[in-house]
């Protein structure tokens, strides 16, 4: 898994004059946004440093005032800006119920319509998660089809949600919660893969993600086995993380694969049998 900005600093966008164009709506329009606005920036801005997209930043509004002079030519910057726009703005949307202001309204669907535009010109998408005490904020991830099938058909929601942070740009690094969310993802992963029916389709899938998870110390209370295999990856271990999010992606991929297979077969006895 290659690094978030390795790909995005090369797509052709200008970040100085996408940052210009929102700061231009956002103080333009700032006095339309009235207490319940703020209110809502000063509740998130009590859990701010408890964010990975914190930063450097002691609040949000810092951010904002400063995101010219931080963001210019920096990608990272802006990507972590965008997200707390984003939240900020579905947020009050749903907290205080601002479609009724029409200047408000106007404003935010001009930015949004701003950031998506960007994204999409950077192949990113945004997805939320569920953090305590502040509710949906928003992620901004590289587009990925597999894991949106994924999200769509798993009705787990907190797995979905360490699916869609692991892959946030914030985590490029942080090998430290890369593995803290592998060993959430642990207990999912195998159930599936101790599945007789499923294994018997995927043998090698499941005991090679199995193996993973073992040996490179990534469940509760399981001892490694393979202490070379351990030891040899560790110069390296962020490779070998993102292999096993791959694996596991794959993995949880094969019960909607199995839902699929059932129907074709359903289908394809019921041509034979003469019923369609």
Known sequence: MSHFYEE?????LNVDFEINKIEYIWYKENKTFNYGFHSYVDDLDKNFRNLNIACNYLSIREMISDSIKLIKSKNDKFIYYCEILLSIFYQTIKKYNYLSNLNFEQSSNDILKIINYDLDKMNLGQKSIEIDKMGKIVIIIPKDELLDQILKD???????DYLIEYK????????KRKEELLRLLSNHIEGITKDKNLKVVYKRLYENTDFLYNNLDLRHNVEVKDR????KTLNNREKWLDMTYRQSLLVIATRTEQKDSALISKLKNEVEEGKW
Do not use: C, L, Q, T
Request: glycine share 4%.
């Open 228 to 231: 070379r295999f351990y030891e």
């Open 154 to 160: 798993n009705k787990d929601i907190n797995v979905n």
């Open 168 to 175: 946030s740009s914030h985590n490029d690094g942080n090998v």
């Open 8 to 12: 995005i600093m090369n797509k052709e």
